[in-house]
């Protein structure tokens, strides 16, 4: 009975965390479904452990507890929302582990896995490695949900257990690789670059585009502003947002693009200076073919991913996401060039 009451101590930090996963699922467009998890998770965990014994204790699982106790109690150190609710879920399974055996811990696997899979950002992020819209990524966690049964129906009938040194090993390897996948975007901090947008910009004369409804519907605690710069048969269009208080209404540029059907060609950070760096988007929908430019700065720094300013972004700040983008005409080395030149030219008016 000890054992139960001190595993139930384990779910204090995910609890702790619920205040943003509740804002998440009401907030996000992303995340809103994403609470089926949750509940999901509940009828995996006691199927999985129903006629289960608790083993010996097992201290190898401090190696794994520990870790998850620092990350998810330690946000002033990484600001990373996702990887609070992600160790928290660590600190349940390390809890399972510790007072229950590997046995245990190896059982109740595919529930810890579902209940990840409830993790905001987590359908965005399948999204860039399936190179699709969001829902889409979202069925695919569905699917991947079902599996979790499966593999539960498949360890009570096999009643095989996988090393425990084999899984972390696995483990280590994967989260090495999300970091490595993703570190330029997260911790790249470049100067702070908020344009003015002037009429005149170098060789570049511009004018502003009034936001339709649904723009501004979409912006609603955002301020929103639009503009299109032409020189002889460039034609540059501006999306410049400053963001409110509800960071869910600030989507990744290839997302935009995925849900209104664009194929995105490539995606990869572009650093136009040691210090200044932009995400280089190239889209195709049908004859149309255009190359985005996409950063975000605050009044102290700028990042060119979105991850990077999810990590900064703290509500009553003042942050601000701009895009521009151009047909391509001819190859994508003379688009970008033309667009090297706009930004220099925005440059030369701060």
Known sequence: MSKIIFILLAFVPLGLHSPYLLQAWRSSRLDQWDWIFYLAAIPAAIWAMRKEKFGKCDFYALFWLIPMLCLTFGESFHHINALLIISAVGVIFSAVWLLGSWTAAY??????????????SSSYQLSLLLMCPVYPAWAVKFLLAVLCFGWIWYNKRSKKVIRRGTLCFLAALAASGLLLLHSKELYFEGRSFIPEFPAHCGDFWGRTIQPDENTKRFFA?????QYRYTKNNVDISVLAVKCGRDIHEIHPASHCLRTSMWTVCSENILYLQDNFAVTEIEAQKGTNHIL????YSSEKFSTPGFLGFR???KPGGNYYTCQVSLPLSGTVENTR????????ALRRTE
């Not at 059982?107 to 409830?118: D, F, K, S, Y």
């Not at 985005?292 to 950063?295: K, L, N, P, R, T």
């Not at 060039?337 to 220099?344: I, N, T």
């Open 311 to 313: 990590r900064h972004f």
């Open 292 to 295: 985005v430019w996409v950063w």
């Open 337 to 344: 060039d033309e667009l090297k030149k706009f930004m220099q």
């Open 107 to 120: 059982r109740i696997l595919p529930a810890a896995v579902i209940l990840l899979m409830g993790t905001p």
């Open 221 to 225: 605690t955002s301020s929103v502003k």
